[in-house]
């Protein structure tokens, strides 16, 4: 007998990480990997506004988007509602049982937005679509960047592979003129904000929602010229 209010398995799955659970309670969902809660369906307002914001002002008919990160695809869902129907949007997720969930138990939570005839879900890294994109004339106009941890690693990890220079460099080739960044993180991150403007994008920076815990989204727009190097100083 399951006691009321008690959180129901739905699925189990074994990864690299350890064993990962699909749970619901009532009418929510969470995603644990072993007993670390890694998404929680009614918690999902940054994800709406990473996808929405990425995505409300590319203007042409038929864009190209990447998603790096499906989670419980709200930050999907978000942003097909914004885009047109000639839309492509590429989604790279690694963990093929996330894809699964999202296409059959937690499909209600998006309506459908896994199975969206605009959608391409692809098991790989993200950063390998964008090194293809980077080097081919195959651009985004918008790289939505939803991982499980934030830019701030990438301080103190100069071969970080999303956050870096080298790697936000490699995305900004990725991107075509006038692209979008969507990035988010755990909180705001000035070093981030930096590296991402020498090497030719303005930011914008938002906190979604009022009070308690919040977390931040990034912005990035692709600049046309890239800001000249500085020369060094003669001493």
């Known amino acids: 007998m399951v006691r009321a209010n008690a959180w129901q398995t739905l699925d189990e799955a074994m990864t690299d990480e350890g064993k990962m659970s699909l749970k619901k309670r009532d009418h929510e969902y969470i995603i644990e990997m072993e007993s670390f809660i890694l998404m929680n369906s009614k918690l999902n307002l940054t994800e709406i506004a990473l996808g929405q914001s990425a995505c409300e002002n590319i203007a042409t008919s038929k864009p190209h ?27 790279a ?33 993200v950063a390998n679509l964008i090194t293809r994109a980077a080097s081919s004339d195959q651009k985004f106009d ?29 995305t900004r080739r990725a991107l075509k003129p006038g692209g979008i960044l969507g990035v988010w993180t755990e909180t705001s991150d000035t070093q981030f904000e930096q590296r991402l403007k020498r090497i030719g994008f303005s930011v914008k ?12 989204v990034y912005l990035a727009t692709k600049i046309t010229t890239a800001p000249r190097k500085r020369k060094p100083k003669r001493r």
């Open 93 to 125: 997720e690694l963990n093929p049982t996330v894809v699964n969930w999202c296409k059959n138990e937690l499909a209600e939570l998006t309506n459908n937005a896994a199975t969206d005839p605009r959608v391409k879900i692809v098991i790989e890294d």
């Open 205 to 216: 920076r938002t906190r979604p929602g009022k009070g308690g815990p919040r977390h931040t």
């Open 142 to 170: 918008a790289i939505v960047l939803d991982l499980y941890q934030g830019t701030h690693d990438a301080n103190t990890d100069r071969s970080h592979p999303f956050y870096s220079r080298q790697a936000l460099d490699r």
């Open 65 to 91: 988007v990447l998603i790096g990160g499906l989670g419980m695809a709200f930050t999907l869902r978000a942003a097909l509602d914004q885009l047109p129907a000639g839309a492509s949007v590429v989604v």
